[in-house]
């Protein structure tokens, strides 16, 4: 079972030193391709070995920041380029990303002389060509930063010479060009400038003090260029190292020679001290090859008389096995549950040794019986992992100790314990196969339509590992997401509750929680996505030319109107998106096609032909404007041209104008309906009046054959049941008539009403009032209401 992911592939960034603390240096996230939540779940931390952390992870943004201000000379010294590497380590599962940091060079040191002044004592029989040695200024940058040249200030007696080593190492020599007379000149001051590269350029000086002596013929002279030795790292102070000689052709005092460090070295006194006289060179202090791997310098030989010879001396610094492995816990899960597989990493520990070789070759081990072991596959990183089942009920905690031991001889080891608890089973939540979940449905889909299924498992068993499925209350557009979708609780599909419409709805958002039959219960939830996709459910609208009913509006073409000539642009729209938006133009029928063009895609209605007189003024032009879906839909717009050059022309013209042949078949179909009912209601007043003449006709009739006294009575201010209402104002007459005075002339003026309210037996109310009549009388009262 493979305990550790290592990623092949190395990120690295290139960032300028002296970088304020928490400047950004890159996104990690990104650039390795990783979750924001996966660093947050994997607990992502930076492991490094060193003391000082640089860097530093946000895992809520995934970003490398700035820790700890960061000097590229105190990091890396000379050496360039300059880098340091550390890991990003994630768990669950555990992985390891290796990340190296460049830090380029800034020109934040300028070029310094360790001395303050050089001086020199100089025979004045010096021969010319004469060398002598100078400091050498040193600069902590490197590049185009770092030490670029010297300016020794104009003198007459010496030339500034700069050299080379075979191992490509500088130094830089006072050359005599032109004989010293003391008496003329017994000191000589000169300045010596340093200047490096970088911008702004830095410069750094020091004096150089020359005394002329009196004269001394030869020079001494090393009887080797280059001396070299070797000594182990950690050698007792004035342990011998090398001796370094020279010999001097002068006799007396002019032929003592004494030796002393170059003064072109930095100072050697921190390591290694001379003998004047003899030229023994030992050790000064203690020296670690962790540090320094090799160190050179130059040794300048000196006579009385002034005159100087240098050479170079390399000393090779031995490794011993003096620094004991160090055991460092990256990670450590405690507690771990009982129910743990065999080989599951529960911590990762890494080892280092700074010695160099088989010094630094380490071996990890696990002392004694432990239900854990130690697997590696990455250099310096070792896994601790179980190689066991694990009870809790027969071990709760247990002591791991880690052994490591290096390959020096004699070899140095440590050891590092841990405690290690065992927990009880836990159970699992059900987990979802997505992160998140995505579907796209067609509007206008039928309720019960199939969206998609989302799946949760369960690692537990039987009850523990039932997952029920529940969509979860939230509002969309202000109604619940029920009205939306719905899930099966047992298979987790999810179906369309109603039709869609995407220019409603283009998408929500809704969380679907997995719940297990375990008790207590856990759950999971889960972000499922739905995107409403269109359909060409809507025809083109066309916005302009208005069309309208009543009124005849036309575009004005002149005469004079040249090819390409804009008409006019009809204007339309579609609510649906995409490509059943997309809208193109077509002229459907004109009168002249070969004068109007319509644009395919803008609508622009252009003449293609020059405006001639022949041209009718009166034109007609039929657009059709249709959409890209399938099948595609569209509009039709009607654009009446008039081609001419004035109003009045154009309003003669149009006076006759008639009108389209659907709204004259609508208004054909108004006026015979409007025929019709008028017809109908005609008819209907003819006998509704008929059908009151008969009934007033019949009335009359049976008033006049009747022979029997009758007494018509009419309660005061009573209901005109056949008239219009009630009558404000009643005036009674009684009246007494024989039989047969109907025949006479009297005239009776009539009512306005002609309405005969009742008429009752006056022989039955004479025979119940006790009242005596005659037979051949009649008494009637009449109702009359005056004509207001």
């Given amino acids: ?22 400047s950004l ?114 600069d902590a940058d490197v590049g185009e930063n770092s030490l670029q040249n010297y300016i020794l200030t104009p003198n007459e007696n010496f030339l500034f010479k700069q050299h080379q080593d075979k191992d490509g190492s500088k130094f830089i020599q006072m050359v005599l060009q032109n004989a010293l007379d003391r008496e003329k000149q017994s000191h000589i001051n000169l300045k010596l400038v340093a200047v490096d590269g970088g911008s702004p350029q830095r410069s750094g000086t020091v004096n150089i003090n020359i005394i002329v002596l009196d004269a001394n013929d030869n020079a001494p002279v090393f009887n080797q260029s280059i001396y070299k030795a070797s000594v182990t790292e950690n050698s007792p102070k004035g342990t011998h190292v090398v001796t370094v000689n020279a010999s001097d052709a002068d006799s007396g005092a002019y032929g003592q020679v004494t030796y002393s460090f170059s003064k072109s070295n930095a100072p050697m006194s921190d390591f290694f001290e001379i003998n004047e006289v ?129 390959s020096g001889k004699p070899p140095l080891s440590a050891n590092e314990t841990f405690n290690l608890q065992v927990s009880d089973v836990n159970d699992n939540p059900p987990v979802f196969t997505r992160a998140l979940y995505s579907a796209a449905i067609t509007e206008n889909n039928s309720p019960g339509y199939f969206v998609l299924s989302v799946v949760a498992k369960d690692p537990d068993e039987n009850q523990n590992a ?121 002229l459907q029928k004109a009168a002249d096609r070969a004068l109007f063009e319509v644009g395919s895609q803008n609508g622009e209605i252009r003449t293609i032909r020059q405006v001639t007189d022949k041209d009718a003024v009166k034109q007609r032009l039929t657009v059709i404007v249709e959409d890209n879906g399938q099948p595609s839909r569209s509009a039709t717009v009607i654009v009446n041209v008039a081609v001419a050059d004035s109003f009045p022309e154009v309003l003669s013209e149009f006076t006759d104008f008639t009108h389209d042949k659907e709204y004259n078949d609508n208004l054909t179909f108004y006026l015979v309906l409007a025929l019709a009912v008028v017809s109908f209601l005609f008819i209907t007043c003819v006998v509704v009046i008929i059908s009151v003449k008969i009934y007033r006709w019949r009335q009359s009739r049976i008033l006049y054959h009747s022979n029997l006294p009758v007494i018509p009575y009419y309660p005061p201010r009573y209901s005109d049941t056949l008239g219009t209402g009630t009558l404000p104002h009643v005036y009674n007459y009684d009246t007494c008539r ?38 051949n009388s009649t008494l009637t009262k009449v109702f009359i209401k005056p004509d207001i």
Avoid at 522 to 527: H, I, K, R
């Fill in 25 to 138: 240096i890159g996104n990690v996230a990104q650039d390795l391709g990783l979750d924001i939540k996966r660093l947050r779940s994997g607990r992502a931390r930076i492991v490094t070995g060193e003391n000082v952390q640089y860097a530093e992870l946000k895992t809520d943004k995934g970003t490398l920041v700035v820790n700890e201000r960061i000097d590229r000379e105190q990091l890396c010294g000379d050496v360039t380029p300059c880098s340091f590497t550390f890991e990003i380590l994630l768990e669950n599962p555990m992985e390891l990303h290796p990340v190296t940091i460049e830090v380029l060079d800034v020109n934040d040191n300028a070029p310094s002389f360790q001395s303050k002044h050089l001086d020199f004592e100089i025979s004045e029989l010096a021969t010319l060509g004469s060398r002598f040695d100078l400091e050498a200024a040193r």
């Fill in 466 to 586: 039932r997952v029920s499925y529940i969509l979860e209350e939230c509002a969309i557009g202000g109604s619940p997401v029920s009205g939306y979708i719905s899930v099966n609780s047992e298979n987790g599909v999810i179906s369309a509750a109603r039709s869609f419409d995407y220019e409603q709805t283009k998408e929500f958002v809704c969380v679907i929680k997995a719940q297990d039959g375990g008790s207590p219960p856990l759950s999971s939830d889960v972000t499922v996505k739905i995107l409403v996709q269109d359909q060409n459910d809507n025809a083109p609208q066309v916005l302009y030319p208005v069309q309208t009913g009543g009124s005849l509006v036309a575009e004005m073409v002149p005469r004079s109107a040249d090819v390409g000539y804009l008409v006019t642009k009809v204007v339309a729209v579609d609510v649906d998106s995409g490509q059943n938006a997309w809208l193109s133009y077509k």
């Fill in 278 to 406: 003899t030229g023994c060179i030992s050790v000064a202090s203690d020296i670690d090859f962790e540090k320094d791997k090799k160190i050179e310098f130059r040794v300048e030989a000196k006579d009385q008389g002034g005159q100087t010879d240098t050479s170079k001396v390399e000393i090779d610094i031995i490794d011993v096995n003096d620094n004991a492995p160090f055991i460092n816990v990256m990670s450590l899960t405690t507690p771990v549950s009982e129910d743990s597989a065999i080989g599951t990493t529960i911590g990762i520990i890494n080892v280092k040794d700074l010695d160099s070789g088989d010094n630094g070759q380490v071996t990890c081990s696990v002392e004694g019986s432990s239900p854990v072991k130690i697997k590696s596959n990455v250099r310096n990183y070792y896994a601790l992992v179980t190689n066991v089942p694990l009870d809790r009920e027969s071990v709760s905690e247990f002591n791991i100790t880690v052994f490591a031991s290096d």
């Fill in 1 to 22: 079972m493979l305990f550790l992911i290592q990623v092949d592939a190395q990120i690295r960034y290139s960032i300028p030193e002296e970088m304020r603390k928490g």
């Fill in 738 to 775: 024989t039989t047969d005075s109907r025949k006479s002339d009297i005239k009776y003026m009539q009512p306005m009403s002609q309405s005969l309210v009742s008429v009752d037996d006056v022989g039955t109310d004479s025979a119940q009032n006790g009242h005596q009549r005659s037979a």
